[in-house]
């Protein structure tokens, strides 16, 4: 058996447990699927938010050999961020408004949003990733 993250056109998320990927593929074609909230055969794969891994353990990487370092990967991913966006702070909301709507510069920003605000984003339509980024010391960029 095999769980996937599920997810209708109307945004719901459930979880459905299958044989295998053929079996979901099938039955996602036959609409034999349905969100439990809406009852929405329109349901699409999405990526989950768990993974699992023992503490100190690199996994290795697709196809076998070499191992990941994950720790040096979210670090990467941080910096690039901070290099790569603007910091808007608590002003993201309405940074992501204006841009959204041609008010503003097409631009990368980050920034924090409430959870009012982020159900606002996604009502209007404004995409956009929520990624936990920890706070480095100035003393320990490198």
């Given at each position: 058996m095999?769980?996937?993250?599920?997810?209708?056109?109307?945004?719901?998320?459930?979880?459905?447990?299958?044989?295998?990927?053929d079996?979901?593929?099938?039955?996602?074609?036959k609409?034999?699927?349905?969100?439990?909230?809406c009852?929405?055969?329109?349901?699409?794969?999405?990526?989950s938010?768990?993974?699992?891994?023992?503490?100190g353990?690199?996994?290795?990487?697709?196809?076998?050999?070499?191992?990941i370092?994950?720790t040096?990967?979210?670090?990467?991913?941080?910096?690039?961020?901070?290099?790569?966006?603007e910091?808007?702070?608590?002003?993201?909301?309405?940074?992501?408004?204006?841009i959204h709507?041609?008010?503003?510069?097409?631009?990368?920003?980050?920034?924090?949003?409430?959870?009012?605000?982020e159900?606002?984003?996604k009502?209007?339509?404004?995409?956009?990733?929520?990624?936990?980024?920890?706070?480095?010391?100035?003393?320990?960029?490198?």
């Open positions: 095999i769980a996937f993250d599920l997810e209708c056109i109307r945004g719901h998320r459930f979880e459905g447990w299958f044989d295998s990927l079996a979901y593929e099938d039955q996602r074609e609409r034999m699927i349905s969100c439990p909230y009852d929405e055969a329109d349901v699409r794969r999405v990526m938010p768990v993974a699992i891994k023992r503490s353990e690199d996994l290795p990487a697709k196809g076998g050999g070499e191992t370092d994950y040096r990967l979210a670090r990467e991913v941080v910096h690039y961020l901070q290099n790569n966006f910091d808007v702070g608590h002003k993201f909301a309405g940074e992501a408004l204006k709507y041609g008010v503003a510069e097409r631009r990368n920003i980050r920034g924090s949003a409430t959870d009012a605000e159900k606002m984003l009502d209007e339509g404004v995409e956009f990733l929520k990624l936990p980024v920890p706070k480095i010391p100035e003393d320990k960029k490198n």
